[in-house]
């Protein structure tokens, strides 16, 4: 799914903004995963256009059951990959959807501890050898991390100091000191107080998760709906994107 032209998104934000009448509400629903930059983008547009984005997380099985039940909303956030499947279930209006953002994985350390080398591959190698105790997920960002783990061919070596945690960022477990260092999609770990974002996966190591929007088939605010999206994948709003270490979706 490829982003539209910076002129089409600036002329139709425009339109749309002018258009709409004064006050007007969206709700849009949004995964863990792109929670940080839906937050930030939502909160720019209100100010940019007046208009009121509520931001609906939906965790884990929330979201399926959000859609499913049709609770009331105007947009969807969610992992690129699973659009295909939401507009063939009449969830999603085709052609609304938009990819805006992308994220990769990044480690995480108690805030305050000694700063562990992740600079380069051998470095990240030795680091995780020397590690007491490894934590991320069964899914998304964990696999990433796990298959990193296996590539440079030392997971053998560490799977039995290696935690896997669901249900709560790993940068929670990281903050409370559970665990002494944390792999998970960079933009889950910046937010959390008491842990620290060290940096990505080096070099080769590193994957991306992507992210797009599109409008549910139930919404009544359409148009605006379409207009949040256009702000969402404008290049000049990248910046909120990376406030919270996102950034925009380069394939």
């Known amino acids: 799914m490829r982003a539209l032209s910076g002129a089409v998104i600036g002329t139709f934000l425009s339109l749309s903004v002018a258009t709409m009448p ?7 629903f949004t995964s863990m995963g792109s929670l940080s930059g839906v937050t930030d983008l939502a909160a720019a547009y209100e ?19 959000a859609l499913n039940s049709n609770e009331p909303g105007d947009i969807v956030a969610n992992f690129s990959d699973a659009f295909d499947g939401l507009i063939k279930q009449g969830k999603v209006v085709a052609g609304s959807v938009v990819e805006f953002t992308r994220a990769g994985v990044g480690v995480a350390i108690k805030q305050g501890a000694p700063k562990p080398d992740i600079g380069t591959v051998e ?20 696999l990433i991390a796990e298959r990193g783990l296996q590539r440079l ?11 896997y ?5 790993v940068a929670v477990f990281i903050a409370k000191g559970e665990v002494e260092i944390g792999m998970q999609q960079s933009n889950a770990i910046v937010p959390v107080a008491g842990a620290e974002y060290i940096g990505p996966l080096p070099g080769d190591l590193q994957e991306y998760l992507y ?20 702000f ?11 406030k ?8």
């Not at 061919?153 to 560490?158: A, L, V």
């Not at 919270?244 to 394939?251: D, K, L, N, T, V």
């Open 22 to 28: 004064q006050a007007a509400e969206i709700t849009i």
């Open 47 to 65: 100010k940019a256009s007046g208009h009121k984005v509520v931001v609906a997380a939906r965790i884990g099985p929330a979201l399926p059951k």
């Open 123 to 142: 470095a990240f190698k030795a680091t995780m050898l020397k590690a007491k105790s490894i934590g991320y997920s069964k899914s998304g960002s964990g």
């Open 153 to 163: 061919g030392i997971f053998d070596q560490i799977k039995d100091k290696v935690r």
């Open 165 to 169: 945690l669901e249900g709560t960022p």
């Open 211 to 230: 992210f797009s929007v599109g409008i549910l088939s139930i919404s009544k605010q359409p148009e605006l709906a379409r207009g949040f999206i256009a």
């Open 232 to 242: 969402m994948a404008a290049p000049e709003n990248a910046v909120h994107l990376r």
């Open 244 to 251: 919270s270490a996102m950034e925009p979706p380069q394939r």
